[in-house]
């Protein structure tokens, strides 16, 4: 039986089983974008959407073989190889996105892993400490790592480490074969382990079923403590790949996942990632009632299309949302933004119970 009280209350658990998240999942919208709200409005402001750029500065010629990506070696997508740009380009481009209302610098190279003890990954190291003395909190996505590596971005000045699950365990072995989840999980532990948060989400639309959505929601939510983000990302068919030609998918699925994800991991920050640009302005909208606060800014998102900062500031507009401010301490920033739930289950009414046996 779904309480959907006590899911109002914005209560954390870590043990929520595929039946219930299924049935949250599969609420009434009206019921599921209620209850996303109440408990949004919990733990964050509203109003205010956090915008977060992200920079490529290695792409391409990956060793691995997602599926969804184009800068996989092993696929033919016309991505221009680029090898790691210098720590000046990377701040040159951290200021830019400071002055358009970026409160987060993220960071992508398209590696399996960083090269161990490495000039590159020194430099890597030298741009993180670079743009967080902007006061941008300072994400990266680098690939797996172990806890040396892990510790080494921590003390350099990464907030938070980028490392997505993508989808459920038993449909992961379809999108990609280079690697394994435990892999996936393991790389998480580290970097848990290295004081950095968690960056950690999923994408919708890979030909996956509902099934695979509410597996990959399980996962995250067992992940204790939750990832501080969640980004949910819409496919974005690259062609050349192997999802090249992959059915769209209806976006209620999309704005389902991110609402079940918010009130499943009330504390966590859920991100609207790619695929914006097949969405129109009223999906957006519906992603952010169903609790997202968070997108990435610019025309370019790693490789792919993003709606750029102009259409974002129209949109911003019309909703009547505005960018989170960034902040000239970054870490503090992050833990000052969490509003700690003020708002009791008693004040919900009781009997608001659904049956989650399916
Ligand atoms: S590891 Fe990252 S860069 Fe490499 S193929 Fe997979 S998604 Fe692309």
């Not at 205010?48 to 073989?65: A, P, V």
């Not at 599926?67 to 481009?93: K, M, R, W």
């Not at 004081?195 to 992940?223: S, Y």
Request: aromatic share 6%; with cysteine.
């Amino acid at each position: 039986m779904l309480n959907l009280a006590e899911l109002a209350s914005g209560k954390v658990r870590y043990d929520y089983t595929r039946d219930e998240i299924q049935a949250i999942y599969d609420l009434p919208i009206t019921r599921l974008i209620f209850l996303a709200q109440s408990v949004h409005h919990k733990y964050f402001k509203p109003d205010e959407i956090q915008m977060s750029t992200l920079l490529s500065i290695k792409t391409g010629g990956c060793k691995e073989n997602c599926a969804y990506c184009p800068q996989s070696a092993h696929y033919s997508t016309g991505v221009d190889a680029q090898g790691l740009l210098s720590v000046s380009t990377i701040v040159e481009a951290a200021k830019a996105a400071k002055a358009n209302g970026s409160s987060r610098f993220c960071m992508g190279a398209a590696w399996r892993s960083p090269p161990k003890k490495s000039k590159q990954f020194d430099q890597v190291l030298e741009a993180v400490t670079a743009v967080r003395a902007l006061g941008l909190e300072v994400c990266t996505t680098l690939g797996m790592l172990d806890d040396d590596q892990a510790l080494a971005l921590k003390e350099a000045g990464v907030h938070a480490y980028n490392h997505n699950l993508d989808t459920s365990p038993e449909y992961y072995k379809d999108i990609i074969s280079t690697r394994v989840y435990q892999d996936r999980l393991d790389t998480l532990k580290s970097v848990r382990k290295a004081g950095m948060t968690v960056c950690c989400g999923g994408i919708v639309g890979m030909g996956e079923e509902k099934v695979d959505r509410i597996g990959l929601l399980e996962q995250l939510n067992q992940l204790a403590p939750h990832p501080e983000s969640v980004p949910i990302n819409l496919l974005v068919k690259v062609e050349g790949t192997p999802l090249q030609n992959e059915e769209a998918i209806d976006i209620f699925e999309m704005v389902r996942t991110i609402a079940t994800a918010c009130i499943i991991m009330p504390e966590s920050r859920i991100r609207l990632s790619a695929g914006r640009t097949q969405m129109s302005d009223e999906a957006q909208a519906l992603c952010f009632l169903a609790g997202a606060s968070s997108i990435f800014t610019g025309d370019k998102l790693l490789t792919t299309p993003n709606p750029g900062d102009d259409a974002d500031h129209r949109l911003f507009q019309k909703l009547g949302l505005k960018p989170l401010p960034a902040s000239e301490t970054g870490t503090e920033f992050y833990e000052n933004e969490i509003v700690k739930p003020k708002v009791k289950s008693s004040s919900y009414q009781a009997d608001l119970t659904y049956e989650a046996t399916l």
